[in-house]
């Protein structure tokens, strides 16, 4: 099994800056697309921004401009940098990652989130 470990969320100001962080382990497992989800309550989980291992990133029209993701591929790290954040951006994130044993099929594996709090 692939564990999933976020870390960073706290209460920010608004135009305030953080920085998640995200750490996967699992012997034997081979890790592709690493990304990041925010729900915030009543609403549906979406995607604020993934990055294959090849570094390609993809980011939800909200957040670019502001966030950068990154990861450590001989750590098996994901982090989002967020800055200017605005009171919308407070969500509980959570980090996904797709991963595989050598010879086995692709699995997400999610984290159990991290809170983010936007408020003066």
């Known amino acids: 099994q692939v564990q999933v470990v976020e870390s960073g969320g706290v209460l920010v100001q608004p135009g305030g800056s953080l920085r998640l962080s995200c750490a996967a382990s699992?012997?034997?497992?081979?890790?592709?697309?690493m990304g990041w989800y925010r729900q915030a309550p009543g609403k549906e989980r979406e995607l604020v921004a993934c990055?294959?291992?090849?570094?390609?990133?993809k980011y939800a029209d909200s957040v670019k401009g502001r966030v950068t993701i990154s990861r450590d591929n001989a750590k098996n790290t994901v982090s989002l940098q967020m800055n200017s954040l605005r009171p919308e951006d407070a969500a509980i994130y959570y980090c996904?990652?797709?991963?595989?044993?050598?010879?086995?099929?692709?699995?997400?594996?999610w984290g159990q989130g991290t809170q983010v709090t936007v408020s003066s």
């Open positions: 996904k990652i797709e991963a595989s044993p050598r010879f086995g099929l692709r699995s997400d594996f």
């Open positions: 699992g012997s034997a497992f081979i890790f592709f697309d």
């Open positions: 990055i294959s291992s090849g570094g390609s990133r």
